[in-house]
């Protein structure tokens, strides 16, 4: 029996495939298996799509987030290297509305892309980029009043080292398009060990689809891994004299971009026979004639190319090939900007001396906070808990608040955090770190008297919302 994409897992990095919204592992068709996504994820509502809309049963669940502006999904412990991730939305008409909303998406506090999603069709959105710290984090931010973001499913693969290192490590790759010429449908795992969407491109005029005859039983060296799957078909031009036109989907304005394309001949040539072309841009030379091996791949590539949607690639028969040009695959992206270290600027909290008061409200979702300075403030009752669990916080300054109670053990027992809370005269530094965020009462010896810490609660009510309504609707 055929290993499922778990099984993988010994030599890939990471293989991860996340059924958001719902609370079931199981394995689909392919081989996958998926799991629900409680254990990654706080916050939001599981929903269903409308059964008329049903798709898969993947795609039959979502999680949508209707409270907060933006809400992070955060996958740990994940061994650092080169991956592939890729987030799926459908919309399904779950709400009943027929508005489907527009949002934004965020990976490790970059800038992914604007989902804009469909009524009738799934849309996704893959990166793959050279990870900067253990965990991976995939966020969701609305950008419209009334449009909430959801999503519906996430998938991690781990990619081989060597793969795609044309572009420098520090710059992500935003998939365009994968496409399997020639391929009657989508090719993914089991044919490509990585999981890769390799999606058939419509036979368009000028373009005759073949089928190769190569067994590919001696393998592939090519460091980006083309599977053979998606070299069994590929596309020709009409006759041997004739361009083969590519669509390319390049963005509508110059943008740098990385394109691969694998070339292999679909059979055995006779000793007069002969395929040869070159690979022109805006109808001019890009490459030297080739002729694509039997039983093996060509592979192209051009990591230093801007382009928009008028920038044309087109294959250009040679003057003495007797055989039209051909194309099995190709892959294009956009390069992104440099990886920021894990955080967006967006979630740097700088709030100190800013006359903030009352209770420190729940941003535990906002996981990528690296420094939270609230010094010289009026922050009021029991340090939360939830800081000491904000996987990637290295500072937190809440000195010269008005905090009581004890440090909790999240944040008191935790090695690497530059932790500042002087200044804090009802806070017991030297008492029991509190397991987690509760109230004490004076015979704890930690705290003032009972009707005192009542009053601050409730006169806190108005200044907490006020605070996280800032938090939220004016810094993120």
């Not at 959801?150 to 935003?174: K, Q, W």
Request: net charge negative.
């Amino acid at each position: 029996m055929f290993p499922t994409l778990q099984h993988f897992h010994l030599f890939l990095a990471v293989s991860l495939s996340i059924d958001c919204g719902s609370s079931d592992s199981y394995k689909d068709d392919n081989l996958i298996v998926w799991t629900g996504d409680d254990e990654y994820v706080q916050g939001g509502e599981s929903r269903s799509v409308q059964s008329s809309n049903s798709i898969s049963r993947v795609m039959d669940t979502l999680r949508v987030f209707t409270t907060r502006k933006k809400n992070c999904y955060h996958i740990g412990s994940v061994r650092q290297g080169r991956v592939l991730v890729r987030a799926t939305f459908y919309y399904g008409n779950y709400d009943g509305q027929s508005a489907p909303p527009t949002f934004d998406l965020q990976f490790d506090g970059n800038h992914w892309a604007t989902v804009q999603t469909s009524s009738t069709q799934y849309v996704y959105h893959e990166v793959t980029y050279v990870m900067k710290k253990d965990s991976i984090s995939v966020c969701v931010a609305q950008t419209n009043p009334g449009q909430f973001p959801f999503i519906s499913a996430l998938e991690v693969r781990g990619l081989e080292s060597y793969m795609y290192t044309n572009v420098e490590d520090n710059y992500p790759l935003f998939l365009r398009k994968r496409v399997a010429f020639g391929s009657n449908a989508t090719i993914r795992f089991p044919d490509d060990p990585y999981d890769r969407l390799w999606t058939p491109e419509v036979i368009s005029a000028g373009m005759v689809q073949v089928r190769s005859t190569a067994l590919f039983s001696k393998g592939l060296t090519l460091a980006d891994q083309p599977p053979p799957a998606v070299l069994k078909n590929a596309v020709t031009a009409v006759t041997p004299n004739s361009t083969l036109q590519l669509s390319m989907g390049f963005p509508l304005v110059p943008t740098p971009v990385y394109v691969n394309g694998y070339f292999s001949e679909v059979t055995e040539l006779g000793p007069k026979e002969n395929r040869s072309f070159s690979v022109f841009k805006d109808n001019q030379p890009f490459s030297q004639p080739f002729s694509p091996p039997y039983e093996n791949c060509t592979e192209l590539y051009t990591s230093n190319l801007t382009a928009s949607v008028n920038t044309t690639l087109s294959l250009v028969p040679t003057n003495f090939t007797t055989l039209p040009p051909l194309i099995n695959a190709m892959e294009i992206f956009v390069v992104g900007d440099a990886l920021t270290d894990g955080t967006n600027s967006k979630d740097r909290k700088f709030l100190g001396s800013f006359g903030l008061s009352g209770i420190l409200p729940d941003f535990s979702s906002m996981d990528v906070l690296q420094i939270i300075d609230l010094h010289n403030n009026s922050l009021q009752g029991p340090i939360p808990d939830f800081l000491g669990r904000l996987p990637q916080l290295k500072t937190l300054n809440l000195a010269n608040n008005q905090f009581n109670g004890s440090i909790p053990a999240s944040l008191s027992n935790r090695t690497g955090l530059n932790l500042v809370v002087t200044g804090n005269p009802n806070l017991c530094t030297s008492c029991p770190a509190s397991p987690k965020n509760s109230t004490q009462s004076s015979s704890g010896g930690c705290s003032k008297k009972d009707n005192n810490i009542l009053a601050i609660m409730s006169g806190a009510i108005i200044p907490s919302f006020i605070m996280l309504q800032y938090l939220w609707e004016n810094l993120l």
